[in-house]
């Protein structure tokens, strides 16, 4: 996946660029290079050249990754999963982190309104780099995943705009999982953080 690094890289330099450069010829330069990194993301994923440059051009400022915030929710020795909408199959409850929102009462946030169940951010139990994990599809922006252990407060399951279904499972009966959010890995790795609590953050 060379190709979608170089075109992410591009990008940045180009969002860079544009935010830094106030002169009229380094404008139109950075501009060339923003299309020449739409350019390759379209070649690589078959979406249109113009689709690509929309999602380029809505980025503003200094390039950062993005923060996905991921809750991990235990009920005895089952963990806490939400159906995505989206496709049908299997998240930790979470998403990208809210302007606003400390990381922490971003994915309590988070878990209430896709499962309907309150908690309380208790542990960082992972920092990944969603480049370096086996997620399918790739995804257009450089993404770090942060992983909280919770503490169940109260609630009932709930699904929401974004969910079809909310439920607790052992880890010998892990459904379906939506590889973009979450891999096997991952979720294998926040039952054995459950079984060590005492281990400390894993990270990349």
């Given at each position: 996946?060379?190709?979608?690094?170089?075109?992410?890289r591009?990008?940045?330099?180009?969002?860079?660029?544009?935010?830094?450069?106030?002169?009229?010829?380094?404008?139109?330069?950075?501009?060339?290079?923003?299309?020449?990194?739409?350019?390759?993301?379209?070649?690589?994923?078959?979406?249109?050249?113009?689709?690509?440059?929309?999602?380029f051009?809505?980025?503003?400022?200094?390039?950062?990754?993005k923060?996905?915030v991921?809750?991990?929710?235990f009920?005895?020795?089952?963990?806490?999963?939400?159906?995505?909408?989206?496709?049908?199959?299997?998240?930790?409850?979470?998403?990208?982190?809210?302007?606003?929102?400390?990381?922490?009462?971003?994915?309590?946030?988070?878990?209430?309104?896709?499962?309907?169940?309150?908690?309380?951010?208790?542990?960082?139990?992972a920092?990944?780099?969603?480049?370096?994990?086996p997620?399918k599809?790739?995804?257009?922006?450089?993404?770090?995943k942060?992983?909280?252990?919770?503490?169940?407060?109260?609630?009932?399951?709930?699904?929401?705009?974004?969910?079809?279904?909310?439920?607790?499972?052992?880890?010998?009966?892990?459904?379906?999982?939506?590889?973009?959010r979450?891999?096997?890995d991952?979720?294998?790795?926040?039952f054995?953080?459950?079984?060590?609590?005492?281990?400390?953050?894993?990270?990349?």
């Amino acid at each position: 996946m060379r190709w979608l690094d170089w075109a992410r890289r591009l990008a940045a330099i180009a969002q860079n660029g544009l935010a830094f450069s106030p002169g009229p010829y380094d404008k139109e330069r950075y501009e060339a290079v923003r299309r020449i990194a739409a350019e390759i993301m379209a070649a690589g994923t078959g979406a249109e050249i113009s689709a690509v440059e929309g999602l380029f051009s809505k980025e503003s400022g200094y390039a950062t990754p993005k923060v996905d915030v991921r809750g991990v929710v235990f009920q005895g020795d089952s963990l806490l999963f939400v159906r995505e909408k989206m496709d049908g199959c299997w998240t930790l409850p979470g998403g990208f982190a809210d302007i606003g929102d400390s990381p922490a009462e971003s994915v309590e946030r988070e878990i209430f309104e896709e499962s309907g169940y309150r908690a309380k951010a208790v542990k960082v139990l992972a920092v990944y780099d969603r480049n370096k994990h086996p997620h399918k599809p790739p995804h257009t922006h450089h993404i770090y995943k942060i992983f909280f252990l919770c503490e169940l407060l109260g609630g009932a399951p709930k699904a929401s705009s974004e969910t079809t279904d909310v439920a607790f499972f052992t880890e010998d009966k892990i459904p379906e999982l939506s590889l973009g959010r979450i891999t096997p890995d991952q979720v294998a790795r926040m039952f054995e953080h459950h079984q060590n609590p005492d281990w400390p953050a894993d990270f990349d």
